[in-house]
């Protein structure tokens, strides 16, 4: 693999920008493990092998469970493992990552809608295009897991 440009090098303001969306993150009202199966869904579609990584290990840290995190990418398959509420963030996550193919379904956003407040809805989806921005970035400039 060809070296690629070095964003925070070149564009610190510019990364710093991203970092203040991340730092923003850390003091919303979205529990922890909430936060990284957003994380981690997000960078299994966008293929990102750099957060995949640093966020699976993340959640472990938090408790996350090994067969949640093996599972997640499969959540629509299995019953009981994932919360209602989960299931309608990971819903709204795959639509706003995936959003040329449709946008956000009424279906799904009303179903987010009726599980949180206006604000945890708003701070989940700046989650959601948070985690869209660092997956663009990595993958583009070919960041590497550790």
């Not at 957060?51 to 990418?73: F, P, Q, S, V, W």
């Not at 604000?119 to 660092?134: C, D, K, P």
């Amino acid at each position: 693999m060809e070296k690629r440009i070095n964003i925070p090098e070149l564009e610190p303001a510019a990364y710093k920008a991203l970092a203040g969306l991340e730092s923003y993150m850390a003091t919303v009202d979205i529990n922890g493990i909430m936060k990284e199966l957003i994380k981690i869904r997000a960078s299994q579609i966008n293929g990102c092998a750099y957060c995949i990584n640093m966020h699976t290990l993340d959640a472990r840290k938090l408790g996350e469970t090994e067969k949640r995190i093996y599972l997640l990418n499969a959540w629509r398959e299995v019953e009981g493992l994932y919360s209602e509420e989960e299931r309608a963030v990971l819903a709204l996550t795959e639509e706003m990552t995936l959003i040329a193919n449709g946008g956000v379904s009424d279906e799904t956003y009303q179903k987010a809608k009726s599980l949180f407040s206006d604000n945890q809805l708003a701070q989940i989806m700046v989650a959601i295009i948070t985690i869209n921005g660092w997956n663009r970035m990595c993958i583009a400039t070919l960041v590497q897991p550790d």
